[in-house]
């Protein structure tokens, strides 16, 4: 284009017969002066807007799929965390219960006059180490352990009585162990985000019939219209929203130790 405009101005100061040795010797001697019409230079500056319009969404896109990436990694690094405690611990699952100051991600639960002054780093933190694996870059919530936990392993009924062997699970593979939170205030969370160090993404409802229910509203899909979720055979692995609900639904993904119970969401 700006050939073009360039060519169009020394036809303009010369026309078809006329020749120079070179545009300086042209703009030295003043005969004419060749510039941009103000139609010219508002066309160039759409063009720009356009190819921004176009190519920033992408370049976002690129950098969350980066951070999904990561994330997976963290997920990766807390499942084969569970998949070692349990080969400790008798293949047991590690216990979570916050009200009695039971943790097992990575995190602080408490100042040092809680929990009879005990500083809980959690029961996997041996074997991560690194308080940064807890806290997904998509999430960035102001503490670390951005991971809700299976909270419905407080067994009873239909369910086993924690800590959970792994004998008891009917399918590792497809039973999940940690989920992404929702990272903006919601009343699943009681009007704030859902700190994965004080709720889970599960719980039991009944036992007749036995039924446990997916707090799905808890959930959070930051990683385009998707989330990272941990699984208690040691892999992670990323599910769209629509896939995950329809999964749990049918029983092809578990929130519970036990496939024969009936899954609901809220």
Not at 9 to 15: A, S
Not at 26 to 47: D, N, P, Q, W
Not at 171 to 182: F, H, Q
Request: hydrophobic share 40%; glycine share 10%.
């Amino acid at each position: 284009m700006l050939g073009r405009m360039l060519k169009e101005g020394w036809r303009r100061c010369f026309g078809k017969g006329r020749h120079a040795t070179s545009l300086r010797g042209v703009f030295s001697a003043g005969r004419c002066r060749v510039g941009f019409t103000l139609i010219e230079l508002l066309v160039v500056i759409a063009i720009i807007a356009i190819l921004a319009a176009i190519l920033f969404p992408v370049f976002s896109q690129v950098r969350e799929k980066a951070r999904a990436t990561a994330c997976l990694s963290n997920a990766r690094q807390i499942a084969l965390a569970v998949a070692q405690y349990s080969q400790d611990y008798d293949e047991r699952m590690p216990l979570y219960n916050p009200s009695h100051c039971v943790h097992w991600l990575g995190d602080k639960l408490w100042g040092a006059n809680a929990c009879g002054g005990i500083n809980n780093y959690g029961s996997l933190q041996p074997y991560v180490k690194n308080r940064q694996v807890f806290d997904c870059p998509s999430t960035r919530m102001w503490h670390m352990g951005n991971y809700l936990l299976l909270h419905l392993w407080a067994g009873g009924g239909s369910l086993p009585t924690p800590p959970v062997p792994l004998s008891q699970i009917d399918e590792p593979a497809a039973t999940v162990v940690g989920a992404e939170p929702m990272k903006d205030p919601t009343s699943a969370c009681y009007g704030g985000p859902c700190d994965g160090r004080w709720y889970g993404f599960g719980w039991k409802v009944s036992d007749n019939p036995p039924t446990v229910r997916a707090s799905f509203a808890r959930w959070g899909f930051h990683h385009q219209e998707g989330q990272n979720l941990v699984f208690t055979d040691g892999h992670a692995k990323w599910f769209k929203r629509e896939k995950a609900q329809g999964d749990i639904l049918k029983n092809a993904l578990l929130v519970s130790p036990r496939k024969d119970v009936t899954q609901v969401l809220n």
